[in-house]
C-alpha cells in the first residue's frame, strides 16, 4: 500500500482579460459573468423554478419557435447533438446526414452509436450543403425518416440553406435535426416557420454566455416520435421523458427531480437572453453582418482571403487561408501572448491551412474588429 | 404561418442568500462563486490547460488515488454515472447492482439502457448495503463482471462499508463502480487503497463548489478495460476515449478538441478543490463529524428522530422523520421563506416521511447548525 497522497499546494486562478475572437467560447458580457456568481438557489426552489420559466421563454424567443419543448440542456453543445439523436432516433431507422465539416461527422458518429444507418451526403468543407444532393438521396431512400444538418458549419464558415433544406424534409415527410449552434442570435434562424423538428444550440457562441449549455427544442411532431418510440432511450441522463418532468412540459405543472441543475450556468444563460431579447433578434443578426462586413474589408487590405464563397459566409465565423510562409502556431501564440487576442486554428481538413475569426454575439463589437486588425497588421508586417 | 414572436420584456434575476441546508446543491464558498465571474479563456489557452492539470491534480487528492484518468465530466453527477456505466460496460455483461434507495436505482437504469443484465441486491431504505447479501450474490453469478454501489446514499442519508465491498468484489476478480457523489470531501474515501475501479462524484455536494461538474476517476484495470472494449462506445459525448485526447492521459501531452469545456464551471471546481487541500482531507472529514454531532443533539432535543441507525449515518446527510401531525410542505416552506433555509424533502419511498438536511462542505458550520435549530425549533413549536 502506497502512502497517503499528501496536500497539494496551488495558489488561486487568476485568468487574464482576453478577447476571444475564436471559435467559441466568445466574449462573455460583463453582466451575464457576473450573474455566474450570483448567489446558488436549490434547483426545486419557487425562485429557481420561475427563473426557469423565463428561460423558457426567452429560448422560445431566440429560436422563433411555439415549441412547448423548448429547454437547456445541462452540458455542452455536443451533449445537446446527443440529446437529439438519442432521443429521436431508434435502433434501424435510416438518417440522411450531411456533411460538409466536423460538425456533420460528429452526427454520423451519433447515428452510428444508437445502431441506426447513417446516408451520407458529402460536400467539400467550406461549401454549404448541395441542396440537390440531398433531395437526390431522399428519392434515393425512400425508407429515411429523418434529415440532419448542419445550419452554420463553426469548423468552416459556411452557411447551409436551412430553410430550403427543412422545406424538402418536411415535402417527403422527414423530420429534421439542425444543428444551431454557431447560428443562434447570429444569422437569420426561424424554427417554427422553417418546419425544423429538433434543434439544438450552444452556450458559448452568439449568446456570448459562459461554456457549458445546450439549448434545445423539439416540435410537436418531435415529441410525438419520443412518445410513441418502441425502444428505451439509451441514455438516462439525456432522456428527454424524463428530464421533462423536470422542466415541465406544460406550465403551472409540478417539478419532480431528475438531475441537479446547473444553477449559475442557468442564471447566466438567462441574463445572456435577456440581453438578446431587448436588442432585438433582427437587431443582433444585424449588428453580426455589419461588423463582418467591417472585417472582411480589414482582412482584404492585408491580402487575407476567405476560405468560403461570399454569398455562403457566416458574418459570425470566418475562415480564412493562413498566408504563404507564415508559421500558424507562432502567429497565433503572438496574438493570444503579446495582444491577448484568441483566434482559432484550423480544424479537421483545415488545421494548419486556415484560422477561424469570431464575431460573435458580446464579441462582434467595433473595438475587436479593430484589435484584430490592428494586431494581425503588426503580426504580419 | 404565424406572426414572428416578440421580444420579451424580462427583468434581470437577483436570487436571495439562502442557507442550502439540503441534499445539494449546498452552501458554496464565496471564493468559489466569485471564481465564476473570472473572464472567461479559450478551452485550448495554455493558461486554462494548465488549470486544468491543477484540478486534475487536486482531484487525485481528494479522492486519494494515483490514477492518470481522473478528471471533471462536463455535466452533473448523473452524467458522471452513466460515463462509468457506458465506459466500461458492453452490451450482454452482467453487473451486480445494490440498490439501497434512489442512486442505486438510476444504476440499475444505467445497466439495462447499455443492453446489459443488472443482478439486483436489494436492502431496505436507510439501510447500507448488505455485505453478506453481496457475497451471496457474487457466489450465486460467477459471470458478473462488475460489482456497483453507492458509497453515500444521498435518498437516504445511509453509509455503505466500501472498503468491505470492494475488497470483497477485488477477491472474486470484479471491477467495482462506486457513487460517491455525497461522499467526496464528507467523509472517508481512499480510492487506490480500497480498490475502487471507477468512481464518480458531483460538484455541488461536500465540495461546495456550483453545480454542473461531476469528478471520476478509473484505474488502470478501468482502463484496460475501456481500451479493450469490443463495441463502440454508445454515447459520443460521454466516450472517454475521445475526451482523454482533451484532459490528457499523460501529462504534457497535446490537447486536441473534444468539446468546449465549462471553462467558468472549472474556476469554480478548482477553486472548491483548493480549499479542501488548504484544509486538509482529514480535517474536513473530523469536521462534517463534529458539526453532525452538534445537529444531532439539537435535534434530539426537538425530539426528531434519524432515519438511519447510529453507525451507519453520513454526517453531511441527515435523513429525519418528520414528527406526527406536521405538514411536510409547510414547514419547508416557512423556512425558506421567512428564514431564507432550504431543507430537503424525502424521496422516493421516504417522500413526504422524511426531510433530508445536509451539512456540506462550507455548509457544514456552527452558525448553520445554529440557525437550522433555531429556525426549526421556532417553526415546529
Known amino acids: 500500500m502506497q502512502p497517503p ?73 455536443s451533449a445537446g447533438m446527443e440529446a437529439c439523436f438519442v432521443n429521436l432516433v431508434e435502433s434501424g431507422e435510416k438518417v440522411i446526414v450531411c456533411r460538409n465539416g466536423v460538425f456533420g461527422e460528429r452526427m454520423r458518429s451519433n447515428v452510428e452509436r444508437l445502431g441506426a444507418v447513417a446516408v451520407t451526403v458529402d460536400d467539400d468543407w467550406g461549401k454549404p450543403v448541395d441542396v440537390q444532393k440531398v433531395s437526390d438521396a431522399i428519392k434515393a431512400n425512400p425508407d429515411a425518416k429523418f434529415l440532419a444538418f448542419v445550419h452554420a458549419e463553426t469548423s468552416t464558415g459556411a452557411r447551409s440553406d436551412a430553410k430550403a433544406l427543412c422545406a424538402l424534409a418536411k415535402e417527403h415527410g422527414l423530420l429534421t435535426i439542425v444543428d444551431t449552434v454557431t447560428a443562434l442570435g447570429g444569422i437569420e434562424l426561424r424554427v417554427d416557420d422553417w418546419g425544423i423538428d429538433a434543434v439544438y444550440s450552444g452556450s458559448q457562441k452568439c449568446l456570448s454566455c459562459v461554456p457549458g449549455l445546450s439549448p434545445i427544442s423539439f416540435s410537436p411532431a418531435a415529441v410525438e416520435k419520443l412518445k410513441t418510440r418502441k425502444s428505451l432511450v439509451q441514455s438516462w441522463f439525456l432522456d428527454q421523458t424524463l428530464v421533462m418532468g423536470y422542466w415541465g412540459n406544460t406550465s403551472g405543472a409540478k417539478r419532480t427531480y431528475h438531475h441537479t441543475a446547473p444553477v449559475n450556468a442557468l442564471y447566466a444563460l438567462h441574463e445572456a437572453l435577456r440581453l438578446l431579447a431587448d436588442e432585438g433578434l433582427e437587431n443582433a443578426w444585424a449588428r453580426h453582418a455589419m461588423l463582418h462586413t467591417e472585417l472582411r474589408d480589414g482582412l482584404a487590405a492585408l491580402g487575407i482571403e476567405f476560405v468560403v464563397e461570399e454569398k455562403y459566409r457566416l458574418p459570425q465565423l470566418n475562415a480564412v487561408h493562413i498566408p504563404a ?50 494586431a494581425l497588421g503588426e503580426v504580419l508586417k
Open 5 to 77: 497522497l499528501s496536500q497539494p499546494h496551488i495558489q488561486p486562478f487568476f485568468p487574464p482579460q482576453r478577447t476571444l475572437m475564436g471559435p467559441g467560447p466568445s466574449d462573455v458580457y460583463p453582466s451575464v459573468l457576473a450573474a455566474c456568481a450570483k448567489p446558488t438557489l436549490g434547483h426545486l426552489d419557487p425562485l429557481f423554478v420561475g427563473m426557469m420559466d423565463e428561460v423558457k421563454q426567452l429560448l422560445q424567443y431566440a429560436f422563433q419557435t411555439r415549441n412547448e419543448m423548448t429547454l437547456a440542456v445541462s452540458a455542452p453543445g
Open 325 to 374: 510562409g507564415v508559421d500558424d502556431a507562432a502567429v497565433r501564440s503572438w496574438l493570444l501572448n503579446d495582444y491577448n487576442l484568441e483566434i482559432g486554428a484550423g480544424l479537421g481538413a483545415l488545421a494548419g491551412k486556415a484560422w477561424r475569426i469570431g464575431l460573435m454575439g458580446y464579441g462582434a463589437r467595433r473595438e475587436n474588429v479593430a484589435v484584430l486588425l490592428g
